[in-house]
């Protein structure tokens, strides 16, 4: 699998990697875009993302590989925190490890589950 970078549904770029599913109110799966950061992300403009598929969604799939990736991301999940506070939602994160295959080679990504409580 390359890392050919497209953009997502939220204008940030993303790679080619695998969606999680999300299963809607009605029992049916659809696929989830899955914000993909990187050291260079704006945090604010990952916040707005985050921030906007909660409010649509419930729930929003943050992944960054590498300490300076996973920085930017930890910061844009407290800078959606602070929109969404706005709107009285409050959110937790679930954070786990996860394999991608990046130009052949299995890296390990860091996969953020932010979640409305």
Request: charge should be negative; glycine fraction near 8%.
């Given at each position: 699998m390359n890392a050919s970078m497209t953009a997502t549904s939220?204008?940030?770029?993303s790679n080619s990697l695998p969606t999680a599913v999300l299963t809607n109110a009605a029992g049916a799966?659809?696929?989830m875009d899955v914000i993909k950061v990187s050291a260079n992300s704006?945090?604010?403009?990952?916040?707005?993302?985050?921030a906007g598929v909660i409010r649509d969604s419930g729930r929003a799939e943050?992944?960054?590989?590498?300490?300076?990736?996973?920085?930017?991301a930890i910061k844009a999940i407290a800078i959606a925190n602070g929109y969404l506070e706005l709107d009285n939602i409050?959110?937790?994160?679930?954070?786990?490890?996860?394999?991608?295959a990046?130009?052949?080679?299995?890296?390990?990504?860091v996969r953020i589950s932010v979640v409305r409580r």
């Open positions: 939220h204008g940030l770029p799966s659809q696929p704006r945090s604010t403009a990952v916040a707005g993302a985050i943050v992944q960054a590989i590498g300490a300076p990736a996973v920085n930017q409050e959110i937790v994160c679930i954070p786990s490890f996860t394999e991608v990046i130009d052949g080679q299995e890296r390990t990504a």
